[in-house]
């Protein structure tokens, strides 16, 4: 954030993250940012120059024409917050932050026009180990938008370390929505003297559109992460003399780019 106010004058911004609550879009619209809460004083001068970083893949004018930035207004009878775009702003081609001015304290976030079908935006499988026992670990993968904010909160909710590892949708259901094939961990995987089992039902699929919501679920708070779409396996060695010194098995995520792979040293 770029703050207009020379060095000898000392001023106040409070930024507040929101990772979700009840908020309204624009028909058609998916928000691709952190929502942020910013409190300005009265007393500048000039606007606030404000950078927000986004999730898409902007490579052309035409993806940079179906973005805004949209602030919000509480509707008191409805109990929502209502976000509207507002005109300006500055979206680079082939950059990750977008920038406007505000003089104002507002609710402010940015919000991409595209359809389910839209392969665009960027995701991330927030990937983390917990340790059981020896040789035995729970991998949580959470998927999210491919932005720091997302990391830093999935981090706050998880013991273990995060890796994050950005992908994008690449296949449709018949429908024509975007999702990620996930039938083939649905059962237990044996692995030279280690096994991978689901602790938790592994759905079929997970839609590009279950993602896309997560901010507009009003009781996350009380749920947590399991708004999060997301899957868990316990990882461990069964046969001490079979098993290899470590696992690194390449999870095919079908319906994406993804990367990740389960990886663990015995101990």
Request: glycine fraction near 6%; charge should be negative.
């Amino acid at each position: 954030m770029i703050i207009p106010v020379a060095t000898e004058e000392k001023s106040s911004i409070n930024v507040r993250t929101i990772f979700s609550g009840p908020f309204v879009l624009p028909d058609g619209y998916t928000i691709v940012s952190a929502i942020y809460d910013i409190s300005l004083p009265e007393q500048l001068s000039k606007p606030v120059t404000v950078k927000l970083e986004h999730c898409v893949d902007l490579n052309d004018e035409i993806t940079a024409r179906k973005m805004c930035f949209a602030t919000a207004a509480i509707n008191l009878e409805k109990k929502v917050f209502v976000f509207d775009c507002v005109g300006g702003g500055s979206f680079p081609k082939g950059e990750t932050y977008a920038s406007l001015d505000i003089n104002d304290s507002c609710l402010l976030c940015i919000l991409y026009r595209g359809s389910t079908r839209d392969t665009s935006m960027k995701y991330a499988g927030q990937c983390s180990y917990v340790r059981d026992y020896k040789n035995s670990w729970t991998m949580s993968i959470l998927f999210t938008k491919h932005l720091s904010a997302h990391y830093k909160y999935t981090q706050s909710e998880t013991v273990g370390t995060i890796e994050s590892h950005p992908f994008l949708f690449t296949t449709r259901k018949g429908d024509g929505e975007l999702l990620m094939e996930l039938n083939k961990f649905k059962s237990q995987m044996d692995l030279e003297g280690w096994k991978v089992a689901p602790l938790t039902p592994i759905p079929d699929f997970i839609l590009k559109s279950q993602i896309d919501c997560v901010e507009l679920q009003q009781e996350f708070g009380k749920l947590q992460c399991r708004i999060i779409p997301s899957i868990e396996f316990s990882v461990y060695v069964y046969d001490e003399d079979a098993a290899t010194d470590k696992i690194d098995k390449y999870l095919d995520i079908g319906g994406t780019t993804s990367d990740i792979f389960i990886k663990r040293q015995r101990e």
